[in-house]
């Protein structure tokens, strides 16, 4: 059984630009949510996806966006990249919607650098 | 405001040496509470699921507890391979998402 599919795995960028990320859940899995993980903060909820709505935000500027194909494939964008957005991008799946009451199994990562 | 924390943030054991990590939380009227192991260059994994205080779930060598205020990980007889990150979440008040400890890293030496 296929798990949860990241691209690109690594990636840098500079100051200014924008980046996509890429996300396929396991299959039969509705629900897609986006975390950052920094040494300083952890993980951060970003958003979740669920038949191609966002459900939920969370506490992050508007140069964080998605999307959720009628697939459930996700995307996730950051405009006018910031240093601070390097990061590990990490996106995680489950089987029914709610990222805060069930078991998420996660991708391995897209690792954003911003120079 | 809700909050997990996890201690301590490192920790070293040798072989067999048995030991604990904490996850303390303030979240009212609590959904859950979650470890996830993480090993480097991967994406968290999960590893239980407490719902309610005195509850306890075991595989292998893990052993996790939940009271009201925090969780334990206890870690018997450990081997190198369960070096890794632990993390601990819990989902907001409004159960919308999952707020992370930052995690405690493990490092198991032969």
């Known amino acids: 059984k296929a798990g949860v599919t990241q691209t690109p795995r690594y990636l840098i960028k500079t100051r200014g630009q924008q980046v996509t990320l890429s996300c396929s859940p396991i299959?039969?899995?509705?629900?897609v949510s986006w975390y950052q993980q920094t040494p300083g903060q952890g993980l951060q909820f970003l958003f979740e996806?669920?038949?191609?709505?966002?459900?939920n935000k969370g506490n992050f500027p508007g140069r964080f966006s998605g999307r959720q194909f009628s697939n459930s494939r996700s995307e996730m964008n950051v405009s006018t990249l910031e240093l601070g957005d390097s990061a590990l991008y990490l996106c995680?799946?489950?089987?029914?919607?709610?990222?805060?009451?069930?078991?998420?199994?996660f991708g391995a990562g897209s690792r954003l650098t911003v120079l | 405001e809700d909050q997990v924390t996890q201690s301590p943030e490192a920790l070293r054991l040798q072989e067999g040496e048995s030991s604990s990590l904490n996850c303390s939380y303030t979240?009212?009227?609590?959904?859950?509470l979650f470890w996830y192991r993480q090993d480097p260059g991967k994406g968290p994994e999960f590893l239980f699921t407490?719902?309610?205080a005195g509850e306890e779930k075991e595989k292998e060598r893990l052993k996790a507890t939940l009271t009201k205020k925090e969780s334990f990980l206890h870690i018997t007889a450990p081997k190198p391979e369960d070096s890794a990150t632990y993390l601990c979440?819990?989902?907001?008040?409004?159960?919308?998402?999952?707020?992370f400890g930052k995690g405690t890293t493990l490092s198991v030496s032969s």
């Open positions: 407490l719902y309610s």
């Open positions: 995680a799946s489950s089987l029914v919607r709610g990222t805060g009451a069930n078991v998420l199994t």
């Open positions: 996806y669920f038949s191609e709505t966002q459900r």
């Open positions: 979440a819990v989902p907001n008040q409004a159960g919308t998402a999952l707020i």
């Open positions: 299959s039969g899995h509705r629900s």
């Open positions: 979240v009212s009227g609590l959904r859950g």
